[in-house]
Each structure stands twice: as C-alpha cells, then as structure tokens.
C-alpha cells in the first residue's frame, strides 16, 4: 500500500514542481522586465537632465557675455579697476559655463570653441584700443562699432548653439517621457503576468490539494478494506486451528489408539505449527483492533519484577541453545502497576525473544529494570547486529522487517514490535530504541507508576 501511495504521488510531485517552476519563472521574468524598464527611464531622466544642464549653461554664457559688453561700455566712460575686474571675473565665467556645453557632441564642441575664440578676440580687441579710447569721443565710438563686430561674432555660434540645444532637448524630454511611459506599462504588465503566474500557481496547486486529498480517501479506504478482510479472515482460521489442535490432543491421549514413537514426533510437529499459525492469528486479531481503536485490556495489580522475571526464564532454553549469555538486572522493591499483566507478559516476552533472535551464538542479552520518579523502566538491550537509521525509524510499523532480518532469513511476521508498541502506549507509557549496524540494540520502556489506565 505505501509502495502504490508513493507511485501514485511521484507524478502529483512532479506537477507541483512544474507548477512552481513555471510560476517562479513568471515572477522572475516580470523583476527582470521591470527592472530593465526602470533603468531605462531613470537613463532617459539623465539624458533629459544633462540637456536641460546644457541649456542652462548656454544661457549662463550669453548672460556673462553682456555683462562682459556692459562693463566694457562702462569702462570706457569710467576706467576704474573694478570695472576691469569686472570684464575678467564676466569673460571667464563665459568661458565656465560654455565649456559644459556640447561634451562628447563633435558639431557643437565645434561651435563651443568658435564662441571662445571669438570671446577671446573680443576681450583683446578691447584691451588693445581701450587705452587710447578712452576721453577720445571719436575713439570711443570707433571702438563701440568694433566692439559690437565682435560680440555678434561671438553670438552667431551661441544662437546656433541654442538651437541645436533646444531640438536636442526636446528629443531627450520626448523620449524620457516615452520612457517613463513604457516603463510604466511595462511594471503593470510584470505585476500583471506575476499575478497571473501566482494565481495559476494557487489554482493548480489547490487541484492537486484536492487530488491527493481524494486519493488518500481512496487509500485509507483500501487500508480499511484490508483491515477488515485480515480480521475477517483471522476469525475464520482459529476456528479451525482450534479444532486442529483438540483433535491432536485426543491422538497425543491416545483416545483413537496408542501411537508409536515416530507418529508422536509427527503429532508434535502437527502441534506445533499449528501453535504457531494460532499465535500468527492472534497476533492479526491483535493488530485489527489496535487499528480499530478496540484494544481490550483487563487491568489489575501487577507485579513487573516477576512478570520479567518469567520472560527471562522461559527464554532460557532458547538462549542456551544459542550460546547466548542471558543475564536479568532488577532492583528491590520496584513498584506495583495497575495493568494487564497478560498482555505485559506478551510485551516482555516479544522483546526478549527479538534480542536472542538478532543475536548471534556467543552473545549476550541484557534485562534490566529500574525505578524514577514517576515510571518504572524495562531495558533490554543486546549486543547483535543492529540496525541502521532507516530501519530504526519504521520499526514499529506493521509487517516491517529490518534489512538485516531479511538478508539473514530471520522468522517473523514483522508484527510483534506494532503489537508491543501498541500495548505500551495503551498503558499510558512510552517505548524507544536505539541501534546502530554491528553494535547491538537496546529497547527502552517506560510505565508510568500512577495512573488511570486508558483504555481505546
């Protein structure tokens, strides 16, 4: 049944994976698509930013260059030092502010160095004839006329200059608008496809939800179906079995005859498998009712020393023929439980005959019981074959049996440590183990002192 459910659950996991895949995929081409837009816009507002810097400069540049004008007109009224500061502090801010314009731009770096030149012209053109203009009114006019041929010498770049500015920044403040544009659009598609991939994620995911759900109705009803036809079938075996061994017992008595001593060896073998599948029976019946929440129990003062104390001696013979060194560890004055000693006696008896089973000739089992606060502790441990990790894990389920079980050919039905687990906790204790491959194994219980027994 768990082989079938992992089968049938290999490709909903592969679905779920998928799902998720192709959902993270969305996601992540919508960041990727959103981020690239972002960038985009943010690249255009810089372009957009440097043009308008551009302008800006441009403008600053033609403004110092009439101041430049001004205070050479001023000069030549007033020739004062500060006015000729004046002109020097205007010629280079005008040479500050152009040299920002046109960078990286081969036609108006071109224009950007005929306005210098021209700038440069204009100061010397001045301080070569303001000397002797000066006080001269024919002079001055002169110069005035001259002045003015440099200054439209200068501007002619400058207007060309600002217009090529002015269709420049309107080509960058378009495309930075179509940029921000598309870099909107392009977020409310990604936020659009990442919900349409989370959405299509969710509706998927819930169909498969509802497909495993479905099947492990479907599986749980097998198992029931299971169930129900073991302790259906149980029932019907021990009737038989039971009559079986009547009948044995009349020919063991000699009811139909006296037997030889060959017949009797074969009444014996007869009697014992059919013990044997008698106790197999019991042990199904057992495990249906655990399953059915059903477990009977009849508790009363029970004495665990003792009760161990027998486990141990009726496993003596088959330690012995082992030649498997069998050792019980007790303290004095250990508690009495209120409990079902029966099915305590099948506990003990189960683990102890597990021990000797998985340990080879020459070994050794050790039974020990020990008193806390508030539970009496059962140890037996054992220093066999062990088992690994995996199998530790999936010990107490039913049918299971260990690898090295298997691969040594070890009887067993794999329910005896279902049924002790069973019985352990329907006393309201614990059970553990701890093993390792080659070294051994021991099995801890745990029965509470006091306490009102639980009974499913």
């Known amino acids: 049944m768990r ?185 409310i598609f990604a936020g659009a496809l990442a919900m349409a991939g989370g959405v299509g994620f969710a509706l998927h995911a819930l169909r498969l939800v509802r497909n495993i759900g479905s099947r492990n109705d479907h599986l749980r009803e097998l198992d029931q179906m299971k169930d129900d036809f073991v302790a259906s079938v149980s029932h019907e075996l021990r009737t038989p079995l039971t009559s079986i061994r009547g009948y044995l017992e009349l020919l063991r008595e000699g009811e139909v005859g006296e037997l030889t001593k060959d017949q009797l060896g074969f009444v014996s073998i007869v009697e014992r498998n059919a013990d044997r599948l008698l106790r197999l029976v019991g042990d199904l019946l057992f495990v249906a009712q655990v399953e059915a929440g059903k477990i009977a129990l009849e508790p009363g003062p029970t004495d665990v020393e003792e009760l161990v104390r027998q486990a141990a001696d009726a496993a003596r013979p088959a330690a012995a023929e082992k030649g498997i060194e069998l050792d019980v560890e007790h303290v004095d004055g250990l508690s009495e439980l209120h409990a079902d000693r029966a099915r305590l006696g099948q506990v003990f008896d189960n683990l102890i005959s597990n021990a000797l089973k998985f340990t080879p000739p020459g070994g050794h089992v050790a039974v020990r019981t020990s008193q806390q606060a508030e539970a009496v502790v059962i140890e037996i441990s054992d220093d066999g074959m062990g088992m690994s990790e995996a199998d530790v894990n999936q010990l107490f389920e039913r049918f299971f049996r260990a690898a090295s079980a298997t691969e040594q050919a070890i009887q067993g039905t794999g329910l005896g440590l279902a049924i002790v687990k069973a019985i352990v906790e329907a006393h309201d204790g614990a059970i553990t183990v701890e093993s390792a491959a080659g070294e051994g194994t021991i099995f801890r219980v745990e029965l509470p002192r006091s306490r009102e027994l639980v009974a499913a």
């Not at 033609?62 to 004046?86: F, K």
């Not at 002169?142 to 002045?147: A, D, G, K």
């Not at 090529?164 to 608008?177: A, F, I, P, T």
């Open 3 to 187: 082989e079938s459910h992992r089968e049938a659950g290999s490709p909903v996991i592969g679905r779920i994976v998928l799902a998720s895949v192709l959902a993270i995929s969305l996601i992540a081409a919508a960041l990727i698509v959103t981020v690239w837009s972002y960038r985009s816009a943010l690249a255009a507002h810089e372009v957009a930013r440097g043009a308008v810097n551009e302008r800006s400069a441009s403008h600053a540049a033609e403004t110092h260059l009439s101041r430049e004008r001004e205070a050479m007109n001023e000069y030549l009224l007033n020739p004062r030092d500060e006015v000729s500061g004046e002109i020097k502090t205007n010629h280079a801010g005008f040479v500050r502010n152009l040299s920002r314009v046109g960078v990286g731009e081969p036609a108006e770096s071109v224009l950007v160095q005929r306005a210098i030149a021209a700038n440069e012209r204009f100061l010397a053109t001045f301080a070569t004839n303001a000397p002797t203009s000066v006080g001269d009114i024919q002079a001055s006019r002169r110069l005035e006329v001259e002045l003015d041929i440099r200054q439209r010498a200068v501007l002619a770049p400058l207007r060309t200059l600002r217009s090529l500015n002015g269709v420049y920044e309107r080509r960058v403040v378009e495309s930075s608008d179509a940029s921000s544009r598309r870099a909107l659009l392009f977020a």
